[in-house]
């Protein structure tokens, strides 16, 4: 099992910045590949980012391409997502998940969530 906490999030208002941090526990981190998803009310859980176990290979949604960076450290077992530019549809409860060896991007291939981290832009 890998447990997976975010950290991060808050309210920020539009145009400013925020870094989520998803802390892994329980396997070893090196092995898995990262992704970010968000969910809003009433809609979908959506892709934002993933990366693979040794950041070699990145992906991004076209929604946050240019504004969020996704990045790892794998000696300190933790993910990263920089929001830079942040609007306020990018209001949600934002996740972190894991996936064995390979790098994905969708929702239903990750095996392990974290129980999300609120982010609210105000305008």
């Known amino acids: 099992q890998v447990q997976l906490v975010e950290s991060g999030g808050g309210l920020v208002q539009a145009g400013g910045s925020l870094r989520l941090s998803c802390a892994a526990s329980?396997?070893?981190?090196?092995?898995?590949?990262m992704g970010w998803f968000r969910q809003a009310p009433g809609k979908e859980r959506e892709f934002l980012a993933a990366?693979?176990?040794?950041?070699?290979?990145?992906y991004y949604a076209d929604s946050v391409k240019g504004r969020f960076t996704i990045s790892r450290d794998n000696a300190k077992n933790l993910a990263y997502l920089q929001m830079n530019s942040l609007k306020p549809e990018d209001t949600a409860v934002y996740y972190c998940?894991?996936?064995?060896?390979?790098?994905?991007?969708?929702?239903?291939?990750?095996?392990?969530w974290g129980q999300g981290t609120q982010v609210t832009v105000s305008s």
């Open positions: 990366i693979s176990r040794n950041s070699g290979t990145t």
């Open positions: 329980g396997r070893t981190f090196s092995n898995y590949a």
């Open positions: 998940a894991a996936n064995f060896l390979v790098v994905v991007t969708r929702t239903r291939e990750y095996s392990y």
